[in-house]
């Protein structure tokens, strides 16, 4: 790298200017110029020399107290080095002088990256919170694709639960955004917790919007939001449940108030409809063929409760009586314990819908886990009861693409999140009876013929068109 410059000299002393074109300052003589100036740097803040041609300034960043390299906005050159240290020094007395880390930040790309235009970039919380929400709206449910609406209640609290949560963790929304509120923000929340994992995306997110994006997502990039503490995860096997549901039911049927009777035959119901079709308890408010014939389309679908209806298929709207929305969306479920453990818990005596008059998303889900703790059960997460019928769902035979259609999932998260809340004596009973699930049609006649019995037999052909369904 050169640069040419004119001298001027004197001949002769004789006042007369000559200029000696083309002469040269070499590379060397400014590298030698950027080592004597360098020393004159302030303590703390240094010149770096990047690449044998960037100029760059090395300080301790006030937002992590970490050494960092910015651009000094110079170029290496006579005039950028003499520049340069007096940024050096203006930099020291900036940290010193700046109170607020985010003011420091403000004033550095100002006047030392000469960035005049950033300050009509300039958004306040209040702005990034705002265009957050309205892009949130903007967008689908992610599981059913419908649009999101202000006047659906399940949207409204997803919405606060995942952002407006985070949101209040800012107590002052007037300000602009500096890595010291993320840091207070994450002060607040439980290392290794859920809470805390969930608030990684959403603290991006907001980082992502403001005016210093690029440093404070360097601080969150520092952070781990993984989650290493996990709540326990209860599980259940049907036996347990059976001699729960027998003793509770007696429990309840002798009380002698009626309205406490038939609120909590009402429940015990709902109990037994997660066991047996794998739903999660608000679902239950959605089903529309509980004790009256519904067509769908083109569809029809026959009362659960119908004696005459021997697939039992529940059919699940988007959203229940409640005005709340499904998880998944509408859906057909299928009796995924089987219809015998349908007519053990006698699901076909329908007493009625539990009454739930708050509208509110985790109303019903809140008043269901009131009354397991009430009677005792064993385990007060809902969900057990749905993974008991996805297990028993294996049981049965039941293949996993069927089964997690009727869950409302797809197969990749049945064959992940659920087998977390596999119950041991359940998987052991599984694991045992492998063996006799059942055989296929060819090699049941072979064995049917070889025990001695007529398998032209008509009370034999009617048993093998039931059990495999021929024509």
Not at 285 to 306: E, P, R, S, W
Request: with cysteine; proline share 4%.
């Amino acid at each position: 790298m050169v640069e040419t410059i004119n001298a001027v000299n004197t001949v002769n002393g004789s006042g007369s200017d000559i200029t000696i074109p083309n002469r040269y300052a070499c590379y060397s003589d400014t590298l030698d110029l950027y080592k004597r100036k360098a020393k004159e740097c302030p303590k703390g803040v240094r010149l770096k020399l990047q690449n044998h041609k960037s100029l760059m300034i090395q300080f301790i960043n006030p937002s992590t107290g970490k050494i960092i390299v910015k651009p000094s906005g110079e170029t290496f050159s006579d005039e950028g080095i003499i520049n340069a240290v007096a940024k050096c020094h203006d930099i020291a007395k900036a940290l010193k002088r700046f109170d607020n880390v985010g003011d420091f930040w403000l004033w550095f790309d100002r006047e030392i990256l000469g960035k005049r235009e950033l300050e009509n970039n300039l958004v306040t919380y209040r702005d990034i919170f705002a265009s957050i929400e309205n892009q949130y709206y903007q967008g689908k449910h992610k599981n059913t694709g419908r649009k999101r609406s202000r006047d659906i209640v399940n949207d409204v609290y997803a919405f606060e639960n995942v952002y407006g949560s985070v949101f209040k963790r800012f107590p002052n929304w007037d300000k602009y955004p500096e890595v010291q509120d993320f840091t207070a923000a994450i002060a607040t929340v439980k290392t290794g917790s859920k809470q805390f994992k969930n608030l990684g995306p959403v603290l991006k997110r907001i980082a992502e919007l403001s005016h210093d994006s690029k440093r404070i997502m360097e601080y969150l990039a520092s952070i781990d939001f993984t989650q290493s503490v996990y709540a326990e995860k209860q599980s259940i096997d049907y036996g347990s449940f059976l001699n729960w549901y027998n003793d509770t039911k007696r429990s309840i049927e002798s009380s002698v108030h009626p309205i406490q009777r038939d609120r909590g035959l009402a429940w015990l119901w709902v109990t037994g409809c997660c066991v047996v079709y794998g739903l999660r308890p608000s679902e239950v408010m959605a089903a529309k063929n509980l004790t009256n014939d519904h067509t769908q389309g083109k569809v029809v679908f026959k009362a659960i409760t119908d004696p005459t209806n021997t697939d039992r298929l529940l059919y699940l709207d988007e959203f229940t009586s409640l005005g709340t929305s499904t998880k998944t969306g509408s859906r057909v479920c299928k009796p995924l314990a089987g219809i015998r453990i349908f007519d053990e818990l006698a699901l076909q005596d329908f007493p009625g819908l539990p009454s739930v008059t708050s509208k509110h998303p985790t109303a019903f889900p809140r008043n269901y886990r009131k009354f397991l703790e009430n009677h005792g059960c064993p385990v007060t997460q809902a969900y057990a009861f749905r993974h008991l019928a996805n297990q028993l769902g294996e049981l049965n035979g039941i293949p996993q693409e069927i089964r997690a259609r009727s869950l409302g999932h797809t197969v990749a998260v049945n064959d992940s999140v659920y087998k977390d809340r596999d119950n041991l004596k359940t998987t052991v009973d599984l694991l045992t009876n492998h063996s006799k699930q059942p055989l296929s049609l060819n090699i049941a006649r072979d064995t049917i013929a070889g025990l001695g019995i007529d398998i032209n037999d008509p009370s034999v052909e009617l048993i093998l068109k039931v059990i495999y369904q021929l024509d």
